[in-house]
Structure formats: C-alpha cells, structure tokens
T-cell receptor, first 116, second 109 residues
C-alpha cells in the first residue's frame, strides 16, 4: 500500500492524558499536512511541513499541540493534557510540490480521538 | 469567518439524474479550486480541480464550473450513481488547502 497511513485508527483517552499520533506520507511527497475534522465541519488546517521544516501553524493549534517531522519523512502530532474539546478526527495528508507544480493532497484515513 | 461556503448541508438526487453541488468563496485572489469526496471512516479523496484561468473542467461524469466574477463554483455529476453517495467538500488552495463544510449527497434508487 503506497498511500498515506495513520496510526492508530482510534484512540480513547482520559482528560488530562497526553496522546501521540503518527503519519507516514507517500514516500516521494515533500509536503505533509495535519487537519482536524469535527462532526458537520470540513477538515480544518492545523499545520504543514515542507520536508522537515514546519512552515505554517494555524491559530487552532494551541500550545498543547506539537507536531514534528524530524527526518522529512513520517510525522507525529502530540496533544498534551487532552481536553474533551480535542475529540475529533485527525487527518494527515501529503503532496508533492515542485516549483509551481503542486499535486492534490492525498489523505490518510485519520485517527479518531475520543477524550472522556 | 468562512472563506469557502457550501450552503447546502445535504442534497438528495434520483439515480441517473444530474447532481449539482454548489460552493462560494470570499477571496478573489484564490486561483485553484478542488473538490474532494469523503466516505464514512475514510479520508477525503481528490475528485477534480480547476485553475482560475479556466471556467470548466471535465473528467468523465464529473464537471466543475467556475464563475470568477460571482466567486462561485459548482460540481456536476451526471448521471448520478449509488456509489456517488458521500460527502463532497469544496476547497481552495492558498498554499494550504481550505475546505468548506461539505454537502452530503444521497443518491436515491
């Protein structure tokens, strides 16, 4: 399977706990994005990387959230001191950007987080 | 403030007829527009796109129309098939991709 993979698919955690999600993008893709989706909403942008550099962070990304892409390949999204409002589907996507050419985003199937 | 608006949360269409999904955007500087389709428990998948230098792009049963003066785009699916039942997201590219809230399309037998 050469698509975007996310792990785990589901995560249930208690309020106040830390959680970490992993995303493996399509191997030749240099951009990696994190989005969050809640019921009745479209995917909301959180942050993105070009190779290992984090280029933009949404104001939705509070200081409890941190994302890394240490070697420009896989990425992790950590949420510290989870709150019930963090319950959502966390989607990862990747694309290939070469100059002006920009491939569409390819999404993984997401990690569904439930904070109890 | 929503930059991409899909004002119809849901739409029901008879199988074989045309489905028309609409989308409005706020920023006339946007120059690339996309439609994504999402099934339950899966991530969104890319469907079709259009650059602002065009007003129409067609791919099989799917056609996207862009009206820049009205800042409006639409997705036409004809003929509609049962497998088209899904949530459709309109999106614009602004370095990142900005999505609308989606329209749930039901294809009725």
């Amino acid at each position: 399977d050469t698509g975007v993979s996310q792990d785990p698919r589901h995560k249930i955690t208690k309020r106040g706990q830390n959680v970490t999600f992993r995303c493996d993008p399509i191997s030749e893709h240099n951009r990696l994005y994190w989005y969050r989706q809640t019921l009745g909403q479209g995917p909301e942008f959180l942050t993105y990387f070009q190779n290992e550099a984090q280029l933009e962070k949404s104001r939705l990304l509070s200081d409890r959230f941190s994302a890394e892409r240490p070697k420009g390949s896989f990425s992790t999204l950590e949420i510290q001191r989870t709150e019930q409002g963090d319950s959502a589907m966390y989607l990862c996507a990747s694309s290939l950007v070469l100059g002006e050419a920009n491939s569409p985003l390819h999404f993984g199937n997401g990690t569904r987080l439930t904070v109890t | 403030d929503q930059q991409v608006k899909q004002n119809s949360p849901s739409l029901s269409v008879q199988e074989g007829r045309i489905s028309i999904l609409n989308c409005d955007y706020t920023n006339s500087m946007f120059d690339y527009f996309l439609w994504y389709k999402k099934y339950p428990a899966e991530g969104p998948t890319f469907l079709i796109s259009i650059s602002s230098i065009k007003d129409k792009n067609e791919d099989g049963r799917f056609t996207v129309f862009l009206n820049k003066s009205a800042k409006h785009l639409s997705l036409h699916i004809v003929p509609s098939q049962p497998g088209d039942s899904a949530v459709y997201f309109c999106a614009v590219r602004d370095d990142k991709i900005i999505f609308g809230k989606g329209t749930r399309l039901h294809i009725l037998p």
